[in-house]
Structure formats: structure tokens, C-alpha cells
């Protein structure tokens, strides 16, 4: 179940942290990393397996693991601008 909440939250994510001209290039780039990748685990689980059993496979996933928390905890801040106040004088010059 915690994977379908994984998807609506990347989702999420993407519309809020994307400008609407680049939003669906973004989504485009999401989900083509994302089939790639999972049609490249399945080979990638079957190599490690047949290499050293189910532990050489989980001690690969747990090295995985510790990359995405080290790059997660190595990401900026996120920067707080302040946001132009959007008034009609303002969409009928056409500058917002």
C-alpha cells in the first residue's frame, strides 16, 4: 500500500516544485526514469542473486539504501520566496 502513497506524493511534489511551462516535461522525465528503472531492477535482482544467493542481494539493496539517505540528507534547503501579488491591473498589462 505504501507504494501507491509513494506515487501520489512524487506527483505532488512535481506540480509544486515545477513552473506550469516545464510541468508536464517534468512528468515526462519522472516516468520515463522511473520504467527504466524498474525494468532494469528486474534484471538487476536476478544477476545479484544468481551471483551470491538472497544476502549479496540485500547487502547490494541496503548499499542502495544508505546513497538515496546520504543523498537526501546532502539536498539544500528549501528557499522561501516571496510571491508577486497578482492584481487585475497586472493581468490586463499581461505581465503576470
Not at 34 to 47: E, K, Q, Y
Request: one cysteine or more; proline letters at 2%; glycine letters at 12%.
Amino acid at each position: 500500500m505504501g507504494a501507491f502513497g509513494q506515487v501520489t506524493v512524487n506527483d505532488a511534489m512535481v506540480g509544486k516544485y515545477t513552473s506550469e511551462q516545464w510541468r508536464s516535461r517534468a512528468y515526462a522525465v519522472r516516468y520515463f526514469v522511473g520504467f527504466t528503472a524498474a525494468g532494469a531492477s528486474v534484471g538487476l535482482v536476478a544477476w545479484l542473486y544468481e551471483r551470491g544467493g538472497f544476502v549479496t542481494m540485500l547487502h547490494a539493496f541496503s548499499g542502495l539504501c544508505l546513497l538515496v539517505i546520504a543523498a537526501a540528507i546532502i539536498l539544500p534547503a528549501e528557499s522561501r520566496c516571496p510571491r508577486r501579488a497578482r492584481t487585475s491591473a497586472g493581468f490586463r498589462s499581461g505581465r503576470i
